[in-house]
């Protein structure tokens, strides 16, 4: 029997993991422009775990007013309707995407533009597919901000992390030397995905590294220290800052902006379906494949956040919703 109720991943109050509960929500109705999606599977990620916390409540009060609040920021699916004026998309397509700055993935049924979805890859499930929409973030630092070239010397900080391992991957097809920072137990990943150099990040000193001319930062820390790294027209692009320092560390990267040539740039993925296609694209070449820590069902949601906030996650966590 149709209803207008699904399951959601809701809080009542900012704090741990234990806060995140499933339960119900109105069923979206496409408006027009949008299609209404059945999520498969969502990951989990950094910004939707701070904004559970509260650490980042002056942004996501502004993104979702009043509690209950919702998680989830990417997700893979099918469609299974139409608002008015949708062309080209069509039900029963299995696609890929994001929701834009806000947050509500995490639940059975979202209603979104078209502009943020692409078709899926072919040759891979929806729930192994979901652990791949934040690989954009990569392609937009690496290729489009730092435009990194051939034979330049590329550093990836938090190698293993979400990001990290398609960046590692993305610097190797785009011909890189490529230079990871990630945690003893996944420096053999990290050598697999392609990196050419890979260090515990516990036991090496930044100055020991080289000299770089592209640096992404996903950790969020140290950016004076690593930017003294790069070369005379060195890139640094961080997608992270400190959370225990937000202006601190916000001021720095601004303050890089007009000072020097080695500029820190920070970004926040905001991706369209031109960059989910191109994704599509390095994907089905072999160029980058997902890689999957441990899937959740959707009742455990709680424990998929809590296993990202222990750390030494390789890869990403995924939800499976349907």
């Not at 408006?31 to 059945?38: D, E, H, I, K, W």
């Not at 008015?84 to 069509?90: C, D, I, N």
């Not at 937000?246 to 040539?261: C, E, P, Q, T, W």
């Amino acid at each position: 029997m149709e209803t207008n109720q699904m399951r959601a991943a809701l809080f009542d109050r900012y704090g741990p993991p234990e806060e995140l509960y499933v339960g119900t929500a109105p069923k979206p109705v496409p408006a027009p422009g949008q299609v209404l999606v059945r999520v498969h599977a969502v990951s989990v990620n950094g910004g939707e775990v701070h904004g559970r916390t509260g650490r980042l409540r002056l942004v996501t009060g502004l993104m979702q007013r009043g509690f209950p609040k919702r998680v989830g920021i990417d997700l893979t699916g099918e469609i299974v309707a139409l608002g008015p004026g949708v062309t080209g998309p069509k039900a029963g397509d299995r696609v890929w995407g994001v929701l834009g700055r806000t947050f509500g993935s995490a639940a059975e049924y979202v209603a979104i533009r078209p502009r943020r979805l692409s078709p899926a890859p072919a040759g891979l499930d929806l729930v192994t597919a979901a652990a791949l929409p934040v690989g954009t973030t990569a392609i937009t630092a690496l290729r489009d901000l730092a435009a990194l070239r051939p034979g330049e010397r590329l550093l990836v900080r938090g190698g293993s992390g979400g990001v990290g391992v398609v960046a590692v991957q993305l610097g190797r097809a785009l011909g890189a030397h490529v230079t990871a920072l990630a945690g003893a137990r996944s420096l053999d990943l990290v050598r697999d995905l392609g990196a050419h150099e890979a260090y515990d990040y516990a036991d090496v000193a930044p100055a020991d590294l080289g000299r770089f001319d592209v640096i992404l930062d996903t950790a969020g820390t140290e950016h004076a220290a690593f930017r003294r790294l790069l070369t005379p027209s060195g890139r640094m692009v961080a997608i992270a800052f400190d959370h225990r320092r937000i202006a601190a560390s916000l001021a720095y990267i601004a303050a890089s902006a007009v000072h020097g040539r080695r500029r820190v740039r920070f970004f926040s993925g905001n991706p369209t379906t031109r960059l989910f296609t191109d994704l599509t694209r390095y994907v089905d070449s072999g160029a980058i494949r997902p890689v999957v820590d441990t899937v959740f069902p959707f009742e455990d949601i709680a424990q998929a956040h809590r296993t990202l906030e222990k750390g030494g996650v390789r890869g990403k966590v995924v939800v499976r919703i349907a």
